[in-house]
């Protein structure tokens, strides 16, 4: 994380896929930038690895002095395609966020994820809200996004259901 003396810190949306492109660009007109990224488990050909992934796609945070820097000119730096703005000016992040982003990194800087839940497969499972409330079923597996599959017995057959993991119990 780099930052500059006085600054705040504000949000940029990046190009697809062109957060590289926007911290190598921003950094050398003198921004500070935080990038915050996390290891990502990916399969592929029968094989498990990690890849590092920005933890908001996207999205990347600028420190900004706005009575000494130009910050309009982050709006046509290659790579952004915006800075976050509520009008004509840019919105601060809240005191904290980044300081709990920054928390929550390992050694080599990536955000910690949670942990999943602690089911297995075929553990019975409780939905706490939602349209299947109250409804029992079985623990299927994890999907992408942090949402759990679950089997629920709906018109005498199993159908799977993916819903958020805080909006499943254990049974």
Known sequence: MSQVADARWYVVQTQVNGEAKAAQNLLRQGYGIYLPRYLKRRRHARKVDFVAKPLFPRYMFVAIDTATQRWRAIQSTQGVSHLVCNGEEPVAVPCGVLSALKAREDERGFVR????????????????????????????????????????????RKVRVHLDVDLVAAA
Not at 128 to 153: C, K, P, T, W, Y
Request: proline letters at 5%; glycine letters at 16%; charged letters at 25%.
């Open 113 to 156: 994820m949670e942990a999943g839940p602690a089911f297995a497969p075929g553990d019975k499972v409780r939905v706490l809200a939602g349209s299947f409330i109250d409804r029992a079923g079985l623990f299927d597996g994890m999907g992408d996004n942090d949402r759990v599959a679950i089997l629920l017995d709906m018109l005498g």
